[in-house]
């Protein structure tokens, strides 16, 4: 059966997957009243792009709609499926001679219909007299906003399109719809991702030493990724914190490349993961970077610890995921309490939104092809507007086959812990004694995937997670005998 392999231990992936993925838009899209019979959806694919004015290429990566239906790698072709008998069409770019001389073997349109599994192969040149002959009432194309980005995505465009009657605003939300919903097959891919992804993160935990740099572990995870994994592209900028950028959300960018030297004392926030076929995972770890935990990265991480695993046990289809944010920031709240850092009632904390002052983020997000996935916010769900919550990434409730990831963290944000303590009504329940303590100390973020099952999740992810774990997994790294083991369960 037609397959992507990249040899050696690397997962297999069948076509049947993506063949799968077009029955359940055309099944879903017959049950939408606003489809007309004889009706074609069409989605162009990414095309090949240049760094600015050169001719050097960038590494290309399939639009992700585009790879869902069809799981093509190569850029610049269209697809086309008849949404009353679901019937396949891929449109390949036929290439010039030189081609064979630069790029290597130029193959025929029966290559790709046995590659991909689908039921005609016509070169792009021919897609405007091709659909004339199937004589569709409408074309539906693609365009829709992006909820994380804001950017539209991006709607096919052919010479000659302007002869077909075409609707671009019935396939976005159906297609997005299809991709919250996971199959078991695309399960598999990302158990796959979490695995490599999980893998490279320990041989991260048992390699990092005080005075190595930063962008050394991102090396480090990209090499077993691929080498182990096949995974050429990570999901998204790999974020190396040690020390204070551990409270810097997403660090790693270009301002601040991952090149900070990694010091004895430092916490490490790791937040990186692979993409294979396209399809990834998102996974972070934070650990000291001498192996050996401090009193106070200790409480600070076992109170993320304590927040992640209340939030696991308690998601199941039906629980509303803004509920699993409150949750989590009331446990810290708790523990903050606990700690010293913070004093009062917790109730009270949370009327006046405390918690976003250590968390200004979302809990976690559906994961896919995109590592935010689309259809966090389909028509009929509302982003609410309070601190943190606004920054959730989806407000819906669970249901069986969504994957998302539990990412709880605590930090101590100068910016943020100055503006509560300009507030009476939040600065009334810190304590500021206690606090300058914990100035400088960074970010402590648990990252893990998951998939919602029937009667609760199925954990992705395994990585040591308790302080002894990770301690003693980190001591296995200097040559100690003691070893971790994941999870006895990973399914609830």
Same mark, same amino acid.
């Given at each position: 059966?037609?397959?992507?392999?990249?040899?050696?231990?690397?997962?297999?992936?069948?076509?049947?997957?993506?063949?799968?993925?077009?029955?359940?838009?055309?099944?879903?899209?017959?049950?939408?009243?606003?489809?007309?019979?004889?009706?074609?959806?069409?989605?162009?694919?990414?095309?090949?792009?240049?760094?600015?004015?050169?001719?050097?290429?960038?590494?290309?990566?399939?639009?992700?709609?585009?790879?869902?239906?069809?799981?093509?790698?190569?850029?610049?072709?269209?697809?086309?499926?008849?949404?009353?008998?679901?019937?396949?069409?891929?449109?390949?770019?036929?290439?010039?001679?030189?081609?064979?001389?630069?790029?290597?073997?130029?193959?025929?349109?029966?290559?790709?219909?046995?590659?991909?599994?689908?039921?005609?192969?016509?070169?792009?040149?021919?897609?405007?007299?091709?659909?004339?002959?199937?004589?569709?009432?409408?074309?539906?194309?693609?365009?829709? $906003?992006?909820?994380?980005?804001?950017?539209?995505?991006?709607? =096919?465009?052919?010479?000659?399109?302007?002869?077909?009657?075409?609707?671009?605003?019935?396939?976005?939300?159906?297609?997005?719809?299809?991709?919250?919903?996971?199959?078991?097959?695309?399960?598999?891919?990302?158990?796959?991702?979490?695995?490599?992804?999980?893998?490279?993160?320990?041989? #991260?935990?048992?390699?990092?030493?005080?005075?190595?740099?930063?962008?050394?572990?991102?090396?480090?995870?990209?090499?077993?990724?691929?080498?182990?994994?096949?995974?050429?592209?990570?999901?998204?900028?790999?974020?190396?914190?040690?020390?204070?950028?551990? =409270?810097?959300?997403?660090?790693?960018?270009?301002?601040?490349?991952?090149?900070?030297?990694?010091?004895?004392?430092d916490l490490c926030l790791f937040d990186m993961g692979g993409e294979y076929y396209c399809y990834g995972s998102d996974i972070t770890?934070?650990?000291?970077?001498?192996?050996?935990?401090?009193?106070?990265?200790? =409480?600070?991480?076992?109170?993320?610890?304590?927040?992640?695993?209340? $939030?696991?046990?308690?998601?199941?289809?039906?629980?509303?995921?803004?509920?699993?944010?409150?949750?989590? !920031?009331?446990?810290?709240?708790?523990?903050?309490?606990?700690?010293?850092?913070?004093?009062?009632?917790?109730? !009270?904390?949370?009327?006046?939104?405390?918690?976003?002052?250590?968390?200004?983020?979302?809990?976690g997000h559906l994961l896919g092809i995109d590592v935010h996935d689309v259809g966090g916010y389909p028509e009929g769900v509302e982003?609410?507007?309070?601190?943190?919550?606004?920054?959730?990434?989806?407000?819906?409730?669970?249901?069986?086959?969504?994957?998302?990831?539990?990412?709880?963290?605590?930090?101590?944000?100068?910016?943020?812990?100055?503006?509560?303590?300009?507030?009476?009504?939040?600065?009334?329940?810190?304590?500021?004694? #206690?606090?300058?303590?914990?100035?400088?100390?960074?970010?402590?973020?648990?990252?893990?995937?998951? =998939? $919602?099952?029937?009667?609760?999740?199925?954990?992705?992810?395994?990585?040591?997670?308790?302080?002894?774990?990770?301690?003693?997994?980190?001591?296995?790294?200097?040559?100690?005998?003691?070893?971790?083991?994941?999870?006895?369960?990973?399914?609830?």
């Amino acid at each position: 059966r037609p397959s992507f392999w990249l040899g050696n231990e690397t997962l297999r992936v069948p076509a049947a997957l993506f063949a799968l993925n077009r029955r359940r838009l055309c099944e879903r899209l017959r049950q939408n009243k606003d489809v007309q019979k004889n009706s074609i959806v069409l989605l162009q694919g990414g095309e090949e792009t240049q760094r600015y004015c050169t001719d050097t290429g960038i590494v290309f990566r399939q639009e992700s709609y585009f790879h869902w239906t069809f799981g093509v790698t190569e850029a610049g072709c269209f697809g086309a499926i008849d949404v009353d008998t679901g019937r396949s069409m891929l449109f390949v770019p036929q290439l010039p001679e030189s081609y064979a001389v630069w790029m290597g073997k130029i193959h025929p349109p029966e290559f790709f219909k046995k590659k991909y599994a689908v039921d005609e192969v016509h070169y792009v040149t021919e897609i405007s007299s091709v659909l004339a002959l199937k004589k569709p009432a409408v074309l539906l194309t693609l365009r829709g $906003v992006n909820t994380d980005s804001g950017n539209v995505s991006k709607e =096919a465009s052919f010479e000659g399109i302007s002869q077909f009657n075409v609707n671009n605003k019935i396939l976005h939300p159906e297609i997005a719809e299809c991709r919250v919903i996971k199959t078991d097959m695309e399960l598999e891919v990302l158990r796959y991702t979490n695995k490599i992804s999980s893998e490279a993160h320990k041989e #991260v935990m048992k390699a990092v030493k005080p005075g190595m740099k930063e962008y050394e572990m991102e090396s480090l995870f990209q090499h077993y990724c691929y080498t182990r994994g096949g995974m050429r592209h990570t999901s998204y900028t790999c974020i190396c914190g040690s020390g204070d950028n551990s =409270a810097v959300l997403h660090y790693g960018h270009a301002g601040a490349p991952n090149d900070k030297t990694i010091e004895d004392g430092d916490l490490c926030l790791f937040d990186m993961g692979g993409e294979y076929y396209c399809y990834g995972s998102d996974i972070t770890c934070t650990f000291p970077a001498n192996g050996k935990f401090t009193a106070d990265q200790r =409480a600070i991480y076992e109170a993320v610890l304590k927040s992640s695993r209340a $939030v696991m046990k308690a998601v199941k289809p039906g629980v509303a995921w803004p509920d699993m944010h409150r949750l989590a !920031d009331r446990v810290h709240l708790e523990e903050l309490t606990r700690i010293g850092i913070l004093k009062g009632n917790v109730d !009270d904390m949370v009327k006046v939104h405390l918690g976003a002052i250590f968390m200004p983020h979302g809990l976690g997000h559906l994961l896919g092809i995109d590592v935010h996935d689309v259809g966090g916010y389909p028509e009929g769900v509302e982003r609410i507007d309070e601190p943190g919550l606004r920054s959730l990434r989806t407000a819906r409730t669970l249901e069986q086959g969504m994957v998302l990831t539990i990412e709880p963290g605590i930090y101590f944000i100068d910016h943020l812990l100055d503006q509560a303590l300009r507030d009476p009504a939040q600065s009334c329940f810190i304590n500021n004694d #206690v606090l300058r303590r914990f100035r400088g100390f960074g970010g402590v973020r648990i990252e893990d995937d998951i =998939a $919602v099952t029937a009667t609760g999740m199925e954990l992705l992810t395994c990585v040591p997670r308790t302080v002894e774990e990770v301690e003693a997994f980190m001591a296995e790294g200097q040559g100690s005998a003691k070893s971790f083991s994941c999870f006895s369960s990973q399914k609830q």
